[in-house]
C-alpha cells in the first residue's frame, strides 16, 4: 500500500474516531455535572450584626467543601419559609449563629418534630445557646432544655484565649483532633448551670488556661455537646464568633466531621 493511500486512509478513521471520543468525553462531563448531590443542608443565618463576619466566612468554607464532597447548601435568614415539606428537602439543619428566639411557631414546631424524630441531624454554632430573654422575647423552652438545661449568663466581652480538651475522642465528630487545641480571641458564653447532667459532653474549655487571665468563669465549662435524649444527630459547638476560627484546623476539623456525622453520610466523604 502506497504511503499516500495509508495516510488517506489514516484520516479517514480520525475523522470516524474523534466525533465518538468527543460524546464519551461529553457525555462524561454532563453525568458529573448532573450528578444528584449525596446530601442537602439547609443553614439558618445571621444577616447582619456582630456575628456577620464569621457567617460570611463559613459561606466561603461551606461552599468549598460542598463543592469538593457533592453536597449542597441553602441560606435562609429567617424562620419564615420553615415548616415540615421545607425540613424535609434537608438532610441536615446548621443553625450558623441564629440565636434560638424569633421563630415562626410553624418553624417551631417543625423543628421540635425534625430533631425528635430524627428527620435529620442539627448543628449549631455559639448564638444558638443565646437562652433568656432578649429583644422582647421570652425564652423557648424546649431549646433551653435541648441545650441541656441551660440558661445565658454572662460572657467574655473583652475575649480570651484558652485551651479546649476534648473529653470524648472516640466520638466522631473529634476524629483526628489533637487534645487540648487552642481557641483564640473568644467571647466565651457562661450559663446559670452546666449542661453536663443532660448531654454528652464531647469538650470543654479549660478556664485556667484563659488568656489574659479573667474572674468570669464557670469552673466546669463544656463547649462542645450532643444531646443524646433525641432521635437527631445533633452537636452544639460553642465557638463561633469570629471568621479567623476557618484558620483554626482544630475547630475547621471538627467542622467537616460534624457535618458528616450529623448528616449520617460519612461514606459520602471524599478521602
Known sequence: MSRALRNSHAKILMLVLLPAFAALFLNDVVAAQGKAPSFRVIALAEHGGIHKPFVDAAKIWLGKLASENNFTVDYIEDTEKIDDPFLARYDLFIQLNYPPYNWTDTAKAAFIKYIEQGKGGWIGFHHATLLGEFDGFQVWPWFRQFMGGIR????I?????????????????????ASPFVIKDE??????????????????????TYTPVTDLKMGDHPVIWTNEHVKARNIYIFMGHRPEHFDNKSFTQIFTNSIFWAAGQQDNRAK
Open 157 to 177: 466581652a473583652t475575649f480570651v484565649t484558652g485551651e479546649v480538651t476534648i473529653e470524648d475522642k472516640n466520638h466522631p465528630a473529634m476524629k483526628g483532633i
Open 152 to 155: 445565658f449568663k454572662n460572657y
Open 187 to 208: 467571647e466565651w458564653y457562661t450559663y446559670d448551670t452546666s449542661p453536663r447532667p443532660n448531654v454528652h459532653v464531647l469538650a470543654s474549655v479549660d478556664e485556667k
